[in-house]
């Protein structure tokens, strides 16, 4: 049985595994500290097309083909597909992933969403519902400019706790076995496919809730979530009885540099020290100084395909054991924000550990 | 071992019952035939807020209270809310639901997300996951009027194909077993909850895909969303093995009467004649004459609360012995439907039976 730990922790009784993934990104991350992590670097951001929206959808279904490329599985062996985005309506999604026919059903959790539908898709798993599922998620900078801030014509001034969002999509192959059995992998006429390993397991996760310390900075998105990210980690301690030194490392979506240190100082004042543990996604990406993103990236596609391109790798290659990912989210929308409501945070944390033989 | 019949379908080896649930409308609603049957009808469309928009996040929040109260259940015995709205980031959710702190797991399925919310909350529980889920959904004909077309001051003409957006929300409380236990009760101060009989049970489902005829008319939604139905329809026969005249009623969430049409003939092209059973939340909700909402009722709302006040009536009384539940979706919104994109649709089953012993 799947054990419930309080009501918001899920300890899995057998793993589910990220079977495989796949990255893909705009220039500017390709010019990042981990460009060349990246499996595909646009060569501009409109990836050919001719809206930032259409371009956004143009990234999901990249990431997707690229990550069925690698596990050698057609659209027909995935169960469900668990995507979402930034966009009102998620059109980036709708209008993304149609192609693949795949039956979805949609997640939406602001910049936690990359969380949210690996939380879900491994409930789908774990709970006998499917076999393989597949996780996708974006972001791209003009369209969530667009969508949230200014027109990006009007050049207007970005403060220094704002954060630079991502241009990217990460998408993950959920499985409940190591590898793709040779009867598909055969069908499918790449046999070899057959002995690629999972590159992680997911062993658990914690599902956040809504935090609200009534901040109303949407150029100040890292502090806005801090606080989700603090309750959120505080009650995986409690529910899984463990410590920030059980985890390489414990890292977070996209607080950037600002948001961090709230949250080091919020768990602080709850007794648990996260310093030597935490990383952020949104830190990793960009080069602050060479790159002038101010305190980072941000977006449903910095932490996904930072999970992708670089902890997974870390987790492959064994140089982590153990890492807790976390996903971070600012509620917000235009209208909420013109309206003068706060901006609310919500962040989903998951196990994943390293398959690599000691 | 819960089944799965294809890939897009469910078998639950142990059925999820839909313990309790409520229902908050507006004045046009309560106005209409179904009016007498809801838990609670607004005085005016506002529910004493400032925006519309924090008015429909007061109808969640509504709902919520009504759905926990009539089960006697308090926030923390459930564990995860499933939840979602039409609004751009999903912002009726957001503010509405904060203060029960119940982890959150946000879906965004359109109008369908009443399905796709007791779909995944169905998972949650039938995987072992939860003992007891909330699934809330809602919809405001005003906040959906500024977050799809005009501005209603503007006054515009609505055509005959066009849809009236139901103001309401519906919450459901799932559980995995058909009473609460007496300790819950006891310790909640209302024992006499304990003997209170579920209302319905749901016993499988059918995950619906993307579906894009490239029909653009916002204003006939009815047709943008059928062609969905009928392959969620089609792939739910097969993979049940069932007819339409296995099910006392086959009840699509908002394909209006123009939709009706559409969803009836493209069926029997496939082969099916669903012309006996068929019935749409769209139609009963609203008396098209006297009220003037031309093709019928629409939103994530108007599917939950007839679900909520009519559809779970039936059941619980015996009337009906077993449905198939089926909110349909437009995946649109302002900037796609600006941008010259079609209106893709999406929709999800789910096979409610009654409990009642025969």
Redesign the interface.
């Known amino acids: 049985?799947?054990q419930?730990l309080g009501?918001?922790s899920?300890c899995l009784e057998k793993p589910v595994y990220i079977l495989n993934s796949a990255s893909v990104v705009g220039t500017k991350e390709g010019e990042g500290p981990l460009g060349p992590l990246f499996d595909m670097v646009g060569e501009d951001d409109m990836f050919g097309c001719?809206?930032w929206?259409?371009a956004e959808s143009n990234l999901q279904k990249d990431a997707v083909y690229l990550a069925l490329g690698k596990t050698g599985l057609k659209p027909?062996d995935?169960?469900?597909i668990f995507a979402?985005d930034?966009?009102?309506?998620?059109?980036a999604t709708?209008?993304g992933?149609?192609t693949y026919?795949?039956?979805?059903?949609?997640?939406?959790?602001?910049c936690s969403t990359c969380g949210?539908s690996m939380?879900?898709g491994a409930?789908?798993i774990?709970?006998?519902?499917?076999?393989r599922v597949l996780c996708v998620t974006s972001s791209h900078f003009a369209s969530a400019e667009k969508?949230f801030r200014f027109p990006l014509e009007y050049g207007n001034q970005r403060p220094l706790s704002s954060t630079w969002t991502v241009t990217g999509s990460g998408a993950f192959v959920l499985s409940d076995t190591t590898v793709i059995s040779k009867t598909i992998a055969e069908a499918n006429g790449q046999p070899d496919k057959a002995r690629t390993q999972a590159r992680a397991k997911i062993t658990g996760m914690t599902?956040?809730?809504?935090v609200?310390f009534g901040l109303k900075d949407s150029m100040n998105m890292g502090a806005c979530m801090a606080p989700s990210a603090a309750s959120t980690l505080e009650q995986h301690f409690i529910d899984f009885g463990s410590q920030p030194c059980d985890y390489d490392r414990i890292i977070t979506g996209d607080l950037g540099s600002v948001g961090q240190k709230v949250l080091i100082d919020l768990l602080r004042e709850k007794g648990y020290d996260i310093s030597a543990q935490h990383m952020d996604c949104g830190i990793e990406i960009f080069d602050a100084e060479s790159q002038d993103t101010h305190a980072g990236g941000s977006g449903c596609g910095c932490s996904a395909v930072t999970l992708s391109a670089y902890i997974l790798k870390q987790l492959e290659e064994g140089v982590w054991k153990k890492v807790l990912f976390m996903p971070t989210g600012a509620?917000?929308?235009?209208?909420?924000f013109n309206?003068g409501?706060s901006v609310?945070g919500?962040s989903h944390a998951l196990i994943l550990e390293s398959i690599r033989e000691k």
Do not use: C, H
Request: proline share 3%.
């Open positions: 049985m799947n419930s009501r918001a899920i001719n809206t929206e259409e027909a995935i169960s469900f979402g930034l966009l009102g309506q998620s059109i709708s209008f992933i149609a026919e795949i039956p979805l059903l949609g997640v939406y959790g602001a949210e939380t879900v409930m789908a774990a709970g006998g519902f499917a076999e969508e599902v956040g809730k809504i609200d509620l917000l929308s235009k209208t909420s309206e409501q609310p919500i």
